[in-house]
């Protein structure tokens, strides 16, 4: 069964947005009507929005290790220069 058009698979869990509601909850709880539709569509974009724009665990993982790896480098580079400086002194 295909997903109804407010609804989308993300991460294996259905998500079902009812902006209608949602707007509808928002004006009773004072919020001004604009808003309160704006609120619900910005709502259903994230719910609906692509799994390639999440993050995984794997890319913080790799991200650390790339950032780690330059740190050890930098500080390679920098122990190098004092010790050259050292010896011209």
Not at 15 to 23: C, L, N, P, R, W
Not at 27 to 43: F, K, L, N, P, Y
Not at 51 to 63: F, G, I, N, P, Y
């Amino acid at each position: 069964m295909r997903p109804s058009r407010n609804q989308r698979n993300i991460l294996n869990v259905d998500v079902d947005v009812d902006t209608v509601e949602i707007s509808r909850e928002l004006t009773q709880a004072g919020v001004e009507r604009d808003q309160a539709d704006a609120i619900a569509s910005a709502m259903r974009r994230v719910a609906h929005g692509s799994r390639e724009d999440l993050v995984t665990k794997a890319d913080l993982e790799a991200a650390i290790n790339t950032q780690t790896w330059r740190l050890i480098g930098a500080a390679i580079a920098i122990a190098g220069l004092a010790v050259a400086i050292t010896r011209l002194l």
